[in-house]
């Protein structure tokens, strides 16, 4: 980055490689936010709910990330902040990965859900604020020009709703991808929380997203379909083992004939 703006012989030049560097940034840090957000819109058993409350949680998470931005400084001062988003990450999979166990359905894993839009959408916006934690650190730690980074995280949470939108249709094709998307969610959360404890502990980001990008290739593995016919295939009765009970029968009555003839 360094070599990239010295590379620029003016502000001009220097503000225009680097916003698409944080745009970019922003794309990437984004991906396991997005999923994340689709995972608990689909709380709402309606579609046209989903949609409208990611529209209204992402404008309410919008002030709520600009408000981080101009405050970080102040923020960083303070690691209770960051604990609070990572227990408050990690409490969102735990509750998934429990909240079946506990209601003895045959799918133990499913997410929030929610009797109304107005449930959902302070959900949504504390999410994307518990994950904005991190990348606005890292976009901070990339440019000191403060206008600069709420341009960059305008445009990186424009294409989180367009994200997340793809990830609601996804997470009905695909049948791991809700369990991916939670995973990286805990990701994102013990990240956090290790920088609480100590920054040395904290894994590289290179580590960290090849651990999200391997994470999201297993939730695209198998499709819904593909798991369904599975399914069905493995509780189809065994054929052979009902050709030999329909077949007994005849044997049984041909036995039985002669005993008839002779008497």
Excluded: C
């Excluded at 409350?53 to 408000?67: E, H, P, Q």
């Excluded at 405050?71 to 990450?89: I, K, M, R």
């Excluded at 369904?228 to 004939?257: F, H, M, R, W, Y």
């Amino acid at each position: 980055m360094d070599q990239l703006l010295d590379f620029s012989p003016n502000f001009g030049t220097d503000t225009l490689l680097l916003l698409p560097v944080l745009v970019a940034l922003e794309a990437v840090l984004s991906a396991d936010n997005a999923i994340a957000l689709a995972a608990i819109a689909q709380g709402l058993q309606d579609s046209t709910l989903q949609r409208r409350a990611l529209n209204i949680g992402l404008v309410f998470a919008y002030i709520l990330r600009m408000s981080l931005i101009l405050t970080a400084t102040w923020v960083a001062n303070y690691w209770q902040f960051e604990l609070a988003g990572a227990l408050y990450l990690l409490w969102l999979v735990f509750q998934y990965f429990t909240s079946g166990v506990k209601e003895g359905e045959e799918n133990a894993h499913h997410g929030p859900r929610f009797n109304s839009l107005w449930q959902a959408i302070p959900v949504i916006a504390v999410t994307d604020l518990a994950f904005s934690l991190d990348s606005v650190t890292t976009a901070i730690a990339v440019s000191k020009e403060t206008w600069l980074i709420l341009v960059g995280a305008t445009i990186g949470i424009v294409a989180l709703r367009f994200m997340a939108g793809l990830f609601i249709r996804w997470l009905a094709e695909f049948t791991h991808l809700e369990d991916a998307g939670y995973i990286t969610v805990a990701f994102v959360g013990l990240r956090l929380l290790l920088r609480v404890i100590n920054d040395s502990l904290v894994p590289p980001e290179w580590l960290m997203l090849s651990a999200i990008a391997l994470t999201f290739l297993w939730g695209f593995s198998q499709r819904k379909d593909e798991a369904d016919s599975n399914s069905i295939q493995a509780k189809l009765p065994d054929t052979e083992g009902l050709d030999t009970k329909i077949a007994a029968p005849e044997v049984s009555e041909a036995a039985e004939s002669p005993v008839e003839t002779k008497n």
